[in-house]
């Protein structure tokens, strides 16, 4: 039943455990809404794929494996963006701004507005690679 299926996931989050559910159903749906992460089938009924986070392209379990691989390798794909940006901005605006250039490190501000673009365009190659 829709309120027994809600309840347990309830149940498992209290238990601090993350929950994912699959469903395709008007009786998912409160289950969908409950867990921290819904997924549904394009074919299912449309207030399934309203309550879930995830829709699935195609109606393929399988699919489920590709959804959690993809996701951690985006969020490995974030962290390095966010390291290559930090990395880019602690070094360049600091010596673009003349704060090294007591002991004779300075550059010029349009050298390192360059050294930006390059941050940029390292971030969204970084990203391109998940295709």
């Known amino acids: 039943m829709p309120n027994e299926k809600a309840r347990i996931i309830n ?10 559910m699959c469903g395709d159903g008007i009786n998912d749906s409160p289950a969908l809404t409950a867990c921290d992460i819904g997924v549904s089938v394009n074919t299912g009924t449309d ?12 109606n393929d379990l399988q699919s489920i494996i590709n959804l959690i691989n993809i996701s951690k390798k985006t ?5 390095q963006n966010l390291f290559w940006a930090f990395f880019y901005n602690t070094l360049m605006i600091p010596i673009a701004i003349g704060i090294l250039k007591p002991i004779g490190i300075s550059i010029n501000p349009m050298f390192a507005s360059l050294a930006m673009v390059l941050s940029s365009i390292t971030v969204i190659l970084n990203a391109l690679r998940l295709k």
């Open 75 to 79: 969020v490995r794909n974030i962290k």
């Open 47 to 58: 207030i399934a794929m309203d309550s879930s986070s995830v829709i699935l392209t195609r």
């Open 11 to 20: 149940d498992l989050k209290s238990e601090d455990k993350f929950v994912m």
